[in-house]
């Protein structure tokens, strides 16, 4: 079975500029999370889709949206771009149901670097 | 709000030495406490977990132990090797719209051959 794949794995991009990154959840897999993660802040808690809607949300600025879709793909976009942005975006996807272990399976992530 | 603590931040060892990770949690509701590996480049991956009817639970070299009165837990590795070289990063469970993980601020663990 694949496991989550994400897309791009690399960026570079500049302040005010919009990004859009994607994950591709392990088949079978409906909840998807995004995560930043920076060096001595850890992964911070972005947001979470389940059936194509938003379960729960950290505490991000507007500016960090998601999205899933009907296959359980899911995007999240960040606008205006600025230099703090510049992080790994990680995504995560997990099985529930009765097959729900807790376990998130976590993708190989989308480097970002904002100029 | 809500928060996990994670302490020491770095932690350096020598191969076979034991190394714990202490983990303070704030939210007396949080009923699920795993613990990931991330390898230098690599993608977390869970190494074990523990929920609160239980206070600890064990995987060969690797344990942890929780708690729930002090809002505490803790990874114990024993006999490291350098291959146990990683960031490690606690979690707990926090209610909204559905069960989320709040993390630590990682540990990175160095073992010294």
């Known amino acids: 079975k694949a496991g989550v794949t994400q897309t791009p794995r690399y960026l570079i991009k500049t302040r005010g500029q919009q990004v859009t990154l994607s994950c591709s959840p392990i088949?079978?897999?409906?909840?998807v999370s995004w995560y930043q993660q920076t060096p001595g802040q850890g992964l911070q808690f972005l947001f979470e889709?389940?059936?194509?809607?938003?379960?729960n949300k950290g505490n991000f600025p507007g500016r960090f949206s998601g999205r899933q879709f009907s296959n359980s793909r899911s995007e999240m976009n960040v606008s205006t771009l600025e230099l703090g942005d510049s992080a790994l975006y990680l995504c995560?996807?997990?099985?529930?149901?009765?097959?729900?272990?807790?376990?998130?399976?976590f993708g190989e992530g989308s480097r970002l670097t904002v100029l | 709000g809500e928060n996990v603590e994670q302490h020491p931040s770095t932690l350096s060892v020598q191969e076979g030495d034991s190394a714990v990770i202490k983990c303070t949690y704030s939210?007396?509701?949080?009923?699920?406490f795993p613990w990931y590996k991330q390898e230098l480049g690599k993608r977390p991956q869970l190494i074990i977990d523990?929920?609160?009817?239980?206070g600890e639970k064990k995987d060969q070299r690797i344990a942890v132990t929780l708690n729930k009165t002090a809002k505490h837990f803790s990874l114990h590795i024993t006999e490291t090797q350098p291959e146990d070289s990683a960031v490690y990063f606690c979690?707990?469970?926090?209610?909204?719209?559905?069960?989320?993980?709040?993390f630590g601020k990682g540990m990175k663990l160095t073992v010294n051959p």
């Open positions: 523990i929920r609160s009817n239980v």
């Open positions: 979690a707990a469970s926090i209610k909204g719209g559905s069960e989320k993980l709040v």
């Open positions: 889709y389940f059936s194509e809607t938003q379960r």
């Open positions: 995560a996807s997990k099985h529930l149901g009765q097959a729900n272990t807790g376990e998130l399976f």
């Open positions: 939210d007396s509701a949080s009923n699920y």
């Open positions: 088949s079978g897999h409906r909840s």
